[in-house]
Nanobody
């Protein structure tokens, strides 16, 4: 089973950049589809980006052209490069494994398809 630990969250100014990492322990990293989600208190957990085993990606409209998801199977690590950050990007960011389908399927941002959530990493963008 894939277990995930996020890191890289910080406080940055508007317009800045961050790279989040999601390190995996356990087996099977290269065979699963993965995603990044974010969640602020009082809000629904929102899908940000996802990537399948073939490196096909999908993004939420709110982050398209600013965020890039990638994976390094040799390091069992998922990344989220975030550029041109905005105050509305302030959230706790989580990575997760797609458990609701094979890894080669077209990626999805449907929260119900994901599990094995990490503990999250906080991103705060100041204006």
């Amino acid at each position: 089973q894939v277990q995930l630990v996020e890191s890289g969250g910080a406080t940055v100014q508007s317009g800045g950049s961050l790279r989040l990492s999601c390190a995996s322990s356990g087996y099977g990293f290269s065979s699963v589809s993965l995603g990044w989600f974010r969640h602020a208190p009082g809000k629904e957990r929102e899908g940000v980006a996802a990537i399948n085993t073939g490196a096909t990606t999908i993004y939420a409209d709110s982050v398209k052209d600013r965020f890039t998801i990638s994976r390094d199977n040799s390091k069992s690590t998922l990344y989220l490069q975030m550029n041109n950050l905005k105050p509305e990007d302030t959230d706790m960011y989580y990575c997760a494994v797609r458990v609701g389908g094979a890894g080669w399927l077209r990626p999805t941002l449907a929260r119900s398809d994901f599990g094995n959530w990490g503990q999250g990493t906080q991103v705060t963008v100041s204006s």
